[in-house]
């Protein structure tokens, strides 16, 4: 059984920054290949970043909102970050990590952005 579990959201003034964590458990899980998504309200859910682990290199790939101020990191095989500079109320959204290309997903981390 696959777990992923996030951590790190909370509230945040505009301009600040926040680290989250996804720790991923259970056997069978390919966590060479993870990404954050997110998921604001009334919006669909979207693609955030990603870190693929091919041999001793990390491929990393981010949308283009991400506008580099979002990194995307690993330790392992277990733990997947992602720490967010300079946020905006417009990143304000639940935060997911994500076997690439599987339903497996965490249950969530809010981030809120607000002065």
């Known amino acids: 059984q696959v777990q992923l579990v996030e951590s790190g959201g909370g509230l945040v003034q505009p301009g600040g920054s926040l680290s989250l964590s996804c720790a991923a458990s259970?056997?069978?899980?390919?966590?060479?290949?993870m990404a954050w998504f997110r998921q604001a309200p009334g919006k669909q859910r979207e693609f955030v970043a990603r870190?693929?682990?091919?041999?001793?290199?990390?491929?990393r790939n981010y949308a283009n909102f991400v506008k580099g101020r979002f990194s995307i990191s690993r330790d392992g095989q277990n733990w997947v970050f992602l720490q967010m500079n300079s946020l905006q109320p417009d990143d304000t959204a639940v935060y997911y990590c994500n076997i690439w290309g599987t339903q497996h997903w965490g249950q969530g981390t809010q981030v809120t952005v607000s002065s």
């Open positions: 259970g056997s069978g899980a390919r966590t060479n290949d």
């Open positions: 870190i693929r682990n091919e041999g001793n290199t990390n491929y």
